[in-house]
């Protein structure tokens, strides 16, 4: 597995751009989805070392997808970022992320997540 591999799934394609080329500068391999059901099948064939995905998505909550990967044995382990303009509908303990990060977020708060999260090399999927 690439350690160093991210799925974005952002329906922004400015914003997806944004993280994309932010996390390419710095070194990651990305793999892009704008829509929760083709981010589940890249995190499924792919196995990136981190998701990184939006609250609200076309087809589904970026929650929604976050828990059915928790489901499933190949993408469970996957340490995810949820990012979110509606922090206020997640409840304590509700989010299938490892992290939540606020609209509008800062560059460098994301780059310490991704790092945490996928830099790591830590993680193990099954």
Same mark, same amino acid.
Not at 15 to 34: F, K, P
Not at 64 to 86: F, K, N, Y
């Given at each position: ?53 939006n609250?609200? *998505? ?44 606020? *609209? ?6 994301? *780059? ?12 193990a999927?099954a």
């Open positions: 597995m690439d350690d160093r591999r991210v799925l974005v799934v952002e329906e922004d394609p400015g914003v997806r751009a944004l993280i994309v080329d932010l996390l390419v500068e710095v070194g990651y391999t990305v793999l892009e989805a704008s829509r929760g059901a083709g981010g589940l099948h890249l995190a499924a064939e792919q196995s990136p070392s981190l998701v990184v995905v609250h609200v *998505l076309p087809d589904m909550s970026g929650l929604d997808m976050l828990e059915q990967l928790r489901r499933h044995r190949l993408t469970r382990d996957i340490p995810a970022v949820l990012v979110s303009g509606r922090l206020h509908q997640l409840g304590v303990g509700e989010s299938a992320a490892d992290r939540v990060l606020p *609209l509008p977020f800062d560059i460098d708060v994301l *780059l310490t997540h991704v790092e945490q999260l996928a830099g790591s090399g830590q993680v999927v």
